[in-house]
């Protein structure tokens, strides 16, 4: 699997798309139908209709790249169906690809001062 900068923005469609689309059609829908950049460096993850197919595009800083997996079984876990866009952290996203629950993933709590004697 391709690794992630910690910092970087992933975006989830919540809506499903039409799974012919190749990477300049979604790149299209991101900035007509999501109001999203998609030459910004943002992740933008897209869903199938079935859940257990998932394309990913975004700009590496010479062109686009679109990533495409489908599970051999199971599904992936969605957010519900709406309308707009997600946002979900890098380490979310990998456990999504993996077809791990993303919800629980959290990022780390800050450790809380020690008193010093």
Excluded: N, Y
Excluded at 46 to 65: E, H, Q
Excluded at 93 to 103: I, N, P, V
């Amino acid at each position: 699997m391709i690794g992630l900068p910690p910092g970087v923005r992933v975006l989830v469609a919540t809506a499903p798309i039409d799974f012919r689309k190749g990477a300049d059609s979604l790149a299209a829908l991101a900035k007509e139908t999501l109001s999203q950049d998609p030459f910004s460096g943002t992740v933008l993850v897209f869903r199938a209709k079935r859940a257990d197919r998932v394309k990913i595009v975004t700009w590496d800083g010479t062109g686009l790249v679109m990533l495409w997996k489908a599970l051999d079984e199971g599904a992936f876990k969605w957010p519900p169906i709406s309308e707009g866009v997600m946002k979900l952290s890098p380490a979310q996203l990998m456990a999504l690809l993996e077809g791990l629950d993303w919800t629980r993933v959290h990022p780390p709590r800050k450790a809380r001062p020690t008193a010093v004697c």
